[in-house]
């Protein structure tokens, strides 16, 4: 019963940044957790970055802490993900995800029910 469409990717150079759009369908979107994964070639997808229902508490990747910052605005039915300091190692598909609120861990992509079509950030030097 969830849409979700991203937006924002791009090509930007080492050390800049971007910001990432989840724009969601439906009422009720404070009462699903969101995430966001990465799909690189070649491998499988992984978390990055989770957040729950009203904001009140967030997850990372190890390899983002103090670069990336996800945040939500449930007016709007957005999720963002904010991308700081980037590395040619965050060259990836990103996608956003949406799960029922209650879950007890943000990185299990198993546990999300819904996820948008990605869009592409490439870094390069």
């Known amino acids: 019963q969830v849409q979700l469409v991203e937006s924002g990717g791009g090509l930007v150079q080492a050390g800049g940044s971007l910001r990432l759009s989840c724009a969601a369908s439906?009422?009720?979107?404070?009462?699903?957790?969101m995430g966001w994964f990465l799909q690189a070639p070649g491998k499988e997808r992984e978390f990055v970055a989770g957040?729950?229902?009203?904001?009140?508490?967030?997850a990372y990747a190890n390899s983002v802490k103090g670069r990336f910052t996800i945040s939500r605005d449930n007016v709007k039915n957005t999720v963002y993900l904010q991308m700081n300091s980037l590395k040619s190692e965050d060259t990836a598909v990103y996608y956003c995800?949406?799960?029922?609120?209650?879950?007890?861990?943000?990185?299990?992509?198993?546990?999300?029910?819904?996820w948008g079509q990605g869009t592409q950030v490439t870094v390069s030097s």
């Open positions: 957040i729950s229902g009203r904001g009140g508490s967030t």
């Open positions: 995800a949406a799960r029922a609120w209650g879950s007890t861990y943000f990185s299990d992509k198993n546990l999300y029910d819904y």
């Open positions: 439906g009422r009720t979107f404070s009462r699903y957790d």
